[in-house]
């Protein structure tokens, strides 16, 4: 079971960045799909997560409006569309995958991508 998060990158401020997070070695339907991100000297902290159908989505307060995560299972793929983004979105982004209910809980969830590094310059 793998999960490869990419597409990050240096934005300016008001910018926009779409990650992808591709699962391998398991069909990612039926996993609920969670994002997180770490800046340098904070804890995780939770950005959005997916149903594994992708009729229920959870998001983060800081990024209500302006991130969108959407999944194709067909594709064995879940995205993060981010818009507008700020300096404080600057962070490694991770995507991480559970069985059951998605959660904003990073606990619950058993595996984890490497992450990608998302900077935004002010």
């Known amino acids: 079971v793998q999960l490869q998060a990419s597409g990050g990158g240096l934005v300016q401020a008001g910018g926009s960045l779409r990650l992808s997070c591709a699962a391998s070695?398991?069909?990612?339907?039926?996993?609920?799909i969670g994002w997180f991100r770490q800046a340098p000297g904070k804890e995780r902290e939770f950005v959005a997560s997916?149903?594994?159908?992708?009729?229920?989505?959870i998001y983060a307060d800081s990024v209500k409006g302006r991130f969108t995560i959407s999944r194709d299972n067909a594709k064995n793929a879940v995205f993060l569309q981010m818009n507008s983004l700020k300096p404080e979105d600057t962070a490694v982004y991770y995507c991480?995958?559970?069985?059951?209910?998605?959660?904003?809980?990073?606990?619950?969830?058993?595996?984890w991508g490497q992450g990608t590094q998302v900077t935004v310059s002010s």
């Open positions: 070695g398991f069909s990612s339907e039926g996993y609920a």
């Open positions: 991480a995958a559970r069985t059951g209910r998605h959660t904003a809980a990073a606990v619950q969830y058993d595996y």
């Open positions: 997916i149903s594994w159908s992708g009729s229920s989505t």
